[in-house]
């Protein structure tokens, strides 16, 4: 597997979690769960892309911007799961800020997969891709089981 699947794995489960969190209603179970289940997926994928993906990446002049763009977006998710947290989850407000939230995960995932893949397809070696895919799926369930 190489870091690219690992990563795909991910961004598949962060889709369908973004777009059931958007498909509740009010302060619902289900909309707590929905948006438990997406914080935890986003925020393990987050630190282990950024340590097995971004960081590795940074040690190359071509990779720096575009790690430095991603690890913003993570930021600016990470500030509206904040603004979730302590918003009330039955408001109008809420909802805005998940469908934001969801809007700038989608973003982010096409953004990644059609740009930032290709470039650092080539600035890694195959055997990069392979030891950051292992060292991403261990720190991801590290973080995931918290």
Known sequence: ????????????????????LIAT???????AEAY???????QAHETAEERYFYIPLMEHDLGVDLSRHAISEHHQMD???????E?????????????????????HLKEEEHKFFQSAG?????????????????EYREQLVG
């Open 1 to 20: 597997m190489t870091i690219f699947e690992a990563l795909r794995a991910s961004h598949d489960r962060q889709r369908v979690y973004a777009d059931a």
């Open 36 to 42: 438990k289940v997406l914080k935890a997926e986003l």
């Open 87 to 107: 918003a009330d989850m039955a408001s109008p407000g809420w909802l805005v800020t998940a469908k934001k939230l969801s809007e700038k995960v989608h973003h």
């Open 79 to 85: 500030e509206m799961m904040e603004e979730l947290d």
């Open 25 to 31: 209603h009010g302060a619902s179970a289900e909309r």
């Open 122 to 138: 080539k600035l890694l070696s195959d055997e990069q891709k392979a030891s950051l895919a292992e060292g991403y799926e261990r």
